[in-house]
């Protein structure tokens, strides 16, 4: 019935006007109504909506049909003057405001920017039942894959800063996705990452290598077409007998299939990944999707990973690799409902506090 088009960064970005296809460029060509929203939070959220309008074209501004304010606290009457500024200096007026939640904290981040608010250390995180150990890629992608295991209360996920080692108490290493693959391999073995983690491997601990995570656990990496920079081929961390060859063609997928590694929940999840990885370490799967590309695991067990991005979401195989991790671990969460309930919330807080007659009148181009 509607499709909300969400924008990146600000809608006011002058320099990029040129190349802008996510946020005013977009609406232009589309020809939908634009709505702002505000981070009161932030602070200097009257000079960022009036600035906003300011620095648009006039064929922009017409497309502008008000603004919300969010993460609003306190008495909302105290924003009552701020409205007739607001209104004075663009002529648009407010949709409603949005008091600050909680609830938003406990659904996926939308990008990077949120991992600065993340436990970014482990030097001060109390001892937990698990303790996950992640390198904090500067490209890293698809980091919602850790929010699951986050949620658990007998485990913690501890982002590592680059400068910092990564923490010898570890009972599990987990690699991210990438962006940028070889970059970030280049990134890791810079921080002197990779003697952290066969220093890890010598203690008996685990490592499990998502996506672009698993392809750096290989032998090699190969871009024989140079879609990550200059062409050629980078040795990988060699934890696991496999290599990665670097293709043009992208795969998107969504897989489903069960685990070898001695999880018996069966898994589901999604595929978005360049290249094909294969070896003799692939003959030992660590899911088995449809399709080929089952990832590995080592032949001692403790290094495995896959392309599969959201298997930790499903919460009979969390629990199972989670006690396969440390046997006595106690988990109840329900993440699945634990999203849901924060989106009823959310609704239940727009329904309150916004205008939303008007706001489908206007979608509906009443």
């Known amino acids: 019935d509607l499709i909300l088009v969400e924008g990146a960064g600000s809608p006011a970005e002058v320099n990029l006007r040129g190349v802008d296809i996510?946020?005013?460029?977009?609406?232009?060509?589309?020809?939908v109504p634009v709505m702002l929203v505000g981070d009161i939070d932030r602070g200097g959220v009257i000079a960022a909506l009036v600035g906003t309008c300011a620095l648009l074209t006039g064929e922009e501004r017409v497309l502008l049909?008000?603004?919300?304010?969010?993460?609003?606290?306190?008495?909302?009457?105290?924003?009552?003057?701020?409205?007739?500024?607001?209104?004075?200096?663009?002529?648009?007026?407010?949709?409603?405001?949005?008091?600050?939640?909680?609830?938003?904290?406990?659904?996926?981040?939308?990008?990077?920017?949120?991992?600065?608010?993340?436990?970014?250390?482990?030097?001060?995180?109390?001892?937990?039942?698990?303790?996950?150990?992640?390198?904090?890629?500067?490209?890293?992608?698809?980091f919602d894959d850790l929010d699951p295991l986050a949620t658990e209360s007998?485990?913690?996920?501890?982002?590592?800063?680059?400068?910092?080692?990564?923490?010898?108490?570890?009972?599990?290493?987990?690699?991210?996705?990438?962006k940028s693959t070889l970059a970030d391999l280049a990134f890791l073995r810079e921080q002197g990452w990779d003697t952290d983690i066969h220093a890890h491997l010598r203690r008996g601990r685990r490592v499990l290598g998502l996506c672009a995570g698993y392809q750096m656990l290989g032998r090699a990496i190969a871009d024989p077409h140079g879609l990550e920079g200059r062409a050629?081929?980078?040795?990988?961390?060699?934890?696991?007998?496999?290599?990665?060859?670097?293709?043009?063609?992208?795969?998107?997928?969504?897989?489903?299939?069960?685990?070898?590694?001695?999880v018996a929940a069966p898994q589901s999840g999604y595929e978005m990944h360049l290249g094909e990885t294969s070896g003799p370490d692939c003959a030992r799967p660590m899911s088995l999707p449809r399709r080929r590309q089952g990832g590995a695991i080592s032949a001692n067990s403790l290094v495995e990973g896959c392309?599969?991005?959201g298997l930790f979401a499903d919460d009979a195989y969390r629990r199972d690799?989670?006690?396969?991790?440390?046997?006595?671990?106690?988990?109840?969460?329900?993440?699945?409902?634990?999203?849901?309930?924060?989106?009823?919330?959310?609704?239940?807080?727009?329904?309150?506090?916004?205008?939303?007659?008007?706001?489908?009148?206007?979608?509906?181009?009443?």
Request: hydrophobic share 40%; proline share 6%; aromatic share 4%.
């Open 154 to 178: 007998g485990v913690a996920v501890d982002m590592i800063p680059p400068g910092e080692p990564l923490p010898p108490d570890a009972d599990l290493i987990l690699i991210p996705g990438s």
């Open 65 to 142: 049909k008000g603004y919300v304010i969010n993460k609003f606290r306190g008495d909302e009457r105290l924003f009552d003057s701020a409205l007739a500024i607001i209104k004075g200096k663009t002529g648009l007026s407010c949709f409603g405001i949005l008091p600050h939640t909680e609830a938003a904290r406990r659904l996926p981040d939308e990008d990077s920017m949120a991992l600065d608010n993340k436990n970014t250390s482990a030097a001060h995180t109390p001892r937990t039942e698990i303790r996950i150990a992640v390198p904090r890629l500067p490209r890293i992608a698809n």
């Open 22 to 31: 996510a946020n005013m460029g977009f609406a232009r060509v589309a020809d």
């Open 307 to 309: 392309y599969l991005h």
């Open 232 to 262: 050629g081929t980078a040795p990988g961390l060699g934890l696991l007998d496999v290599e990665t060859v670097m293709t043009d063609e992208k795969t998107l997928l969504r897989a489903t299939g069960t685990d070898d590694a001695g």
């Open 321 to 366: 690799y989670l006690k396969g991790l440390k046997g006595g671990l106690r988990t109840h969460v329900s993440y699945a409902q634990r999203i849901e309930d924060a989106l009823d919330e959310l609704a239940v807080l727009c329904e309150t506090h916004l205008d939303l007659d008007r706001l489908l009148e206007i979608a509906h181009g009443r």
